[in-house]
């Protein structure tokens, strides 16, 4: 009798983490019953960044600069978040031997080139111009690695970083026709006034 309330006990145990939505990512097989494996956060984070690489580098397109409108200048510096992903990332250690942390960021970006090419055919979007705008950014932070075996420790230190950042994008050309620079304008931004 024991061996049967403790095979009907494992059994609903199973069903249980089943309908829960555990569901095993990497079964190992006893029988025909998988069992659920842990998965590590980082496993996400990775999966994330591959599959979103593919869409945070492309060049975005802009309407055309207008004659008379005046020097067009680099309008989006890099944001914090931007920055701090591009830093080299932190070393992933085991718990309580090896650590390491980063905390207290500060950013300082500058901006480095902001220059506008010439016109030229780029397959697939056009005659369109290359318009450069490269910053440089510093990033003060501190770095902390901790570690609780075989004897405990700390070591806390100020480290400095530049990241140098390409925010490219381009500019439609469609001729030297102003009524219809202004219609691709108002086509690509919108009426203006909206």
């Known amino acids: 009798m024991g061996t049967k309330k403790l095979l009907g006990s494992a059994l609903a145990g199973y069903l249980l983490a089943l309908l829960a939505g555990c569901t095993p990512t990497n079964p190992l097989l006893i029988g025909n019953a998988p069992i659920p494996v842990p998965v590590p956060p980082w496993v996400s ?78 397959p697939l979007i056009g005659p369109a111009q290359l318009h450069h705008c490269h910053y440089k950014c510093t990033v003060r932070f501190k770095e902390k690695f901790l570690s609780g075996y075989p004897f405990p420790f700390q070591v806390e230190q100020e480290r400095v970083e530049v990241v140098y950042i390409d925010k490219d994008h381009f500019h439609l050309c469609v001729g030297d026709n102003p009524a219809t620079q202004r219609e691709v304008a108002k086509d690509l931004s919108g009426p203006l006034g909206q």
């Open 45 to 122: 984070e990775r999966m994330e960044e591959k599959y979103t690489k593919r869409l945070k580098h492309r060049t975005p397109i802009m309407p055309p600069i207008l004659p008379g409108s005046g020097p067009v200048y680099c309008m989006d510096p890099p944001t914090e978040e931007e920055v701090i992903r591009a830093l080299p990332s932190v070393t992933r250690g085991i718990p309580f031997i090896y650590e390491e942390f980063r905390d207290d960021f500060t950013v300082v970006c500058e901006k480095i080139v902001d220059q506008i090419d010439p016109c030229v055919f780029v």
